[in-house]
């Protein structure tokens, strides 16, 4: 019996490692030396989804929830997916590059295999996987701002344009957006402990604070079309929520020209010495690389001009970053990315079944409906509902959905996203036939052998490959993440 419960939690051990890991800088660089950290990142997301895959195949409860959660999704949703899925196993096929595009296939398959388990044990046991979920972030948020003070004031309290671990400002922006919604849930809900309160409300300011620290001109404008389409969408059900967020900005705001303005002005101006020492340590804040100013409609543009050249099923997963450009390894717009890489078909399955949930979710939550909920689950509703409009305005001028701890949030929020919709696991009771598991096993018994396999040697000489790439330039060579930091494939 305490063999069981000790297994039992190794899911949310996993989830928690992989939060906890990928926002300790310090920690990161230790366990991997050599590897940067949006590499590690990747390896960690990677080693995550492989370790769920096997926790979910090897434990008969958890194939059947899974399946079970499955099945909710409508019959026509499923014949969508399966669809879409099959058109990228052509499209990797056609490509140049099978192998890599396989890679991203994979890793899509990956995620919708963890974000049905995420949905499928919320239906199940929903108070232990939401407490233990909100648990999780805010361990992983506390961390990263413990990590991201400590660095500041080893720089004199002046932020220099980096944020530890993250290789790039946009990569955190990319992944907050979808978690800054949810982290004030217990501040309006009386049910949780005084505790959670306080936490809550630090963390929701500290990480608004880290909003206006980025400068994410993107991630604004995702934010005030949320707030917008909220106030549509939810009118009078959504102001105390709006108003929590309005006072939490508006406090994140004097925090943030306190500590990186008034501050720092009241420090000695820093000495050669130092400021020699500043550069030196800004390796702190990570390999950062310089945010590109080139306009994005040049990346749409080559992503329009692949899509006219491979139409029906696009250039292959991954493979934007095959042909060269100057700027970036993805297009920078979610739709173009699929469009280009995925092709028509496909992205049409996914527009309309992405449609089909919004015009769902709606119709189960509109307004009438919203008055009817108790308090814990309208606030939920509301902070998944902005989350997911925020994360899905931003990935239309930024990679959203290809930085891993991105790509992760994303998963977590629509797999709640999901569980909050159909409710309480009342209607689960129908076993899937022996048929369905073994289907279901083999699939993904398939993608953990290929997934390992095809990765396992590049991550062994990735830092290598990577320094050997950059000396041919004499390092004066763009890095262009994807994938891998180094996101350009098919050079040498």
């Known amino acids: 019996m305490r063999l069981k419960a000790v297994v039992n939690y190794f899911p949310l051990v996993c989830i928690s ?57 409508p019959a026509i949703a499923r014949w969508a997916l399966l669809g879409i899925m099959s058109c990228g196993l052509v499209s990797s096929y056609l490509a140049p590059m ?22 499928a044990n919320f239906l199940y046991q929903p108070e232990r996987y939401q407490r233990a979920l909100l648990a999780i972030l805010y361990l992983a948020t506390l961390t990263f701002t413990a990590v991201f003070f400590v660095v500041l004031a080893n720089h004199q309290w002046r932020l220099y344009g980096g944020f530890p671990g993250f290789v790039n400002i946009r990569f955190f922006s990319q992944f907050q957006v979808w978690l800054l919604p949810l982290l004030s849930l217990p501040l309006l809900q009386k049910s949780y402990h005084k505790a959670w309160w306080v936490i809550g409300g630090l963390l929701s300011g500290l990480w608004w604070m880290f909003v206006y620290a980025s400068n994410a001109k993107g991630m604004w404008v995702a934010l005030i079309i949320t707030a917008l389409l909220m106030l549509v969408m939810f009118r009078r059900r959504c102001i105390k929520w709006l108003s929590l967020q309005i006072i939490l900005a508006l406090f994140a705001g004097l925090v943030y020209f306190i500590l990186v303005h008034w501050l720092p002005s009241l420090l000695a101006e820093p000495t050669a010495a130092s400021t020699a020492a500043t550069t030196a340590h800004s390796s702190y804040f990570s390999q950062t690389l310089t945010q590109s100013s080139e306009p994005r409609l040049y990346l749409w543009y080559q992503a329009i001009k692949l899509f006219m050249s491979h139409p029906l099923f696009g250039v292959g997963p991954l493979h934007y970053a095959y042909y060269p450009n100057q700027y970036a390894a993805h297009p920078h717009n ?19 079944c992405g449609i089909w949930a919004a015009f769902a979710w709606f119709k189960r939550f509109n307004i009438a409906a919203m008055a009817r909920l108790d308090i814990s689950k309208k606030y939920w509703i509301l902070a998944l509902t902005a989350a997911l409009l925020a994360g899905l305005s931003y990935s239309l001028v930024s990679g959203v959905f290809v930085t891993p701890m991105s790509q992760v949030m994303f998963v977590v929020v629509a797999g709640i996203a999901f569980a909050k919709y159909h409710g309480k696991a009342t209607s689960l009771s129908v076993k899937a036939s022996w ?12 993608a953990l052998v290929l997934q390992i ?17 950059l000396a041919k330039s004499n390092f004066e060579a763009t890095l262009m993440p994807r994938f891998w930091i180094q996101g350009r494939i098919g050079v040498d």
């Open 334 to 352: 979610s739709i173009l990315l699929f469009l280009s890489e995925w092709g028509v078909i496909a992205t049409l399955l996914l527009m309309i």
């Open 17 to 73: 490692l992989f939060f906890f890991l990928s926002l300790n800088y310090y920690l990161a660089l230790k366990l991997l030396p050599g590897y940067t950290t949006y590499d590690i990142k990747r390896i960690f997301e990677i080693g995550m989804l492989c370790l769920i895959a096997l926790y979910i195949i090897f434990s008969k409860e958890q194939t059947e929830r899974w399946l079970a959660a499955f099945r909710l999704i």
């Open 98 to 119: 099978t192998m890599m595009a396989l890679v991203e296939l994979l890793t899509v398959l990956l995620l919708f295999v963890f974000a049905i388990f995420i949905a």
């Open 435 to 446: 048929q369905s598991h073994c289907a279901f096993i083999g699939i993904v018994i398939v």
């Open 453 to 469: 396999g095809i990765n396992a040697p590049i991550v062994k000489t990735l830092p290598q490959d990577e320094l050997k790439w």
